[in-house]
């Protein structure tokens, strides 16, 4: 995979996700992207159950993800931990570590949504969901032919800024870690990671009155 | 808290339950070159297959009485090939008549991170050893000679010294759950070994 920025984009003033989602995607059509398809990230989380027991320390949470440009593969990861791929059977594993991981069902989210290519690029637009209700937007960006984080940051950001425009992110802070090592799809699902927590301790976007 | 028994439990997404089927026996070391000569014979032609793996059992204590254990396992002399993790169930009490020792199980390929991440989750390591020797196949099922090295200062696999003067023989294949007409098969073929070497049905648990 090449080298990815997975970040949030804010609902736009006193228009629903779907329009802001749709406004985007308008943009990037303008700018000559064809849809490929769609994609979807999803996250379930873990924590140690109770009967684990514990010198002193909090449950952890584990977070088991999905991304359906990896079809066989699943990811599991701590914060700040190590990011582990395995293949689908991990989540037969987890049932039967019932016992000592609960599934936060609750917690589940995801960011489903439309893939769009432009040349080199692969974008895709997002929308969180939580449950029934969405609560935000997910712009993934990759750019396909590069596997060093460092070399095309630059043109990663000017890429983006011709349709983010202003809500164009900073750099991930899981390319601070990179150097010169090789971007992998690990990385990636860091960064999604990040992005549901941040969502999920956001206020809920309110419902737009009915006009 | 070991996992509910497999036929209580409900097909979840899709997956079916795997089941390994197994019949072990062993052979003194000076009997396996007729050994691997016979083998060469029944299984299917292929070039001969040996490996080199490294295995690190993990334990996770909780407040239940008997942890939950997994299995890592990597190869020493294949590069490039992910590490399998492995989890086996208790053995299956079926009727007598069945002819291999039946336990369910879930294989796991992984990236190389894999025991820093059992760690995390909160596993122990419990012990590792090092498995050597010839892998043969005949149609789905997989039989392996080998000889179990103890690792003599633990995290170094270059000092490493035999177990016993004996090659550990097992015959197994996975398949889904129900499929019972698979013992049948592997106890014929056990014949076919005899009296090389006696394969049968040791229940881990008696030997403890």
Request: hydrophobic share 40%.
């Amino acid at each position: 995979m090449g080298v990815t920025c997975v970040s949030q984009v804010p609902v736009a003033e006193g228009k629903s996700v779907q329009q802001t989602v749709e406004l985007l995607a308008r943009r990037l059509e303008a700018l000559g992207a064809d849809k490929q398809g769609t994609f979807g990230v999803d996250c379930e989380t873990y924590h140690t159950a109770a009967t684990l027991g514990t010198q002193g320390q909090t449950g952890k949470l584990m977070y088991v993800m999905h991304n359906s440009e990896y079809p066989l593969s699943c990811f599991a990861l701590f914060e700040n931990g190590p990011c582990l791929v395995a293949d689908a059977n991990f989540d037969t594993l987890m049932v039967k570590l019932k016992g000592f991981f609960q599934n936060a069902k609750a917690n589940k989210i995801e960011s489903r949504g439309t893939r769009y290519q432009y040349c080199d690029f692969l974008v895709k637009l997002g929308t969180v969901t939580m449950g029934p209700s969405a609560r935000g937007i997910s712009v993934e960006v990759e750019y396909c032919p590069c596997v060093i984080a460092n070399d095309c940051w630059n043109l990663l950001m000017e890429f983006m800024q011709s349709f983010m425009g202003s809500h164009t992110p900073g750099i991930p802070s899981v390319f601070g870690s990179k150097h010169d090592s090789t971007y992998s799809p690990g990385d990636t699902m860091v960064q999604y990671m990040e992005l549901f927590n941040k969502i999920r301790k956001q206020q809920q976007v309110p419902v737009a009155g009915i006009r | 808290m070991e996992a509910p028994p497999v036929t209580m439990m409900p097909v979840t997404g899709g997956t079916i339950n795997m089941m390994e089927y197994l019949l072990q026996g062993s052979v003194l070391d000076q009997s396996l070159e007729s050994l691997l000569h016979r083998l060469r014979g029944l299984c299917d032609n292929m070039e001969p297959e040996t490996f080199l793996d490294h295995e690190m059992v993990f334990l996770l204590k909780g407040q239940q009485a008997s942890p939950f254990v997994l299995r890592a396992r990597r190869s020493m002399d294949k590069s490039g090939m992910p590490w399998h993790l492995r989890y086996l169930g208790q053995p299956e009490i079926g009727d007598k008549n069945r002819h291999a020792l039946v336990r369910n199980c879930v294989d796991i390929a992984t990236s190389d991170n894999l025991t820093d991440f059992l760690v995390e989750m909160g596993f122990r390591m419990d012990h590792e050893f090092v498995a050597k020797g010839h892998v043969f196949r005949k149609g789905i099922m997989k039989i392996m000679v080998y000889k179990i090295f103890r690792i003599l200062m633990p995290g170094n696999t270059e000092s490493i010294e035999p177990l016993s003067l004996s090659y550990l023989v097992e015959l197994n294949v996975v398949a889904p759950a129900g499929q019972d007409i698979v013992s049948d098969d592997m106890r014929n073929f056990a014949e076919q070994l005899k009296p090389l070497v006696h394969l049968e049905k040791i229940d881990p648990k008696r030997l403890m």
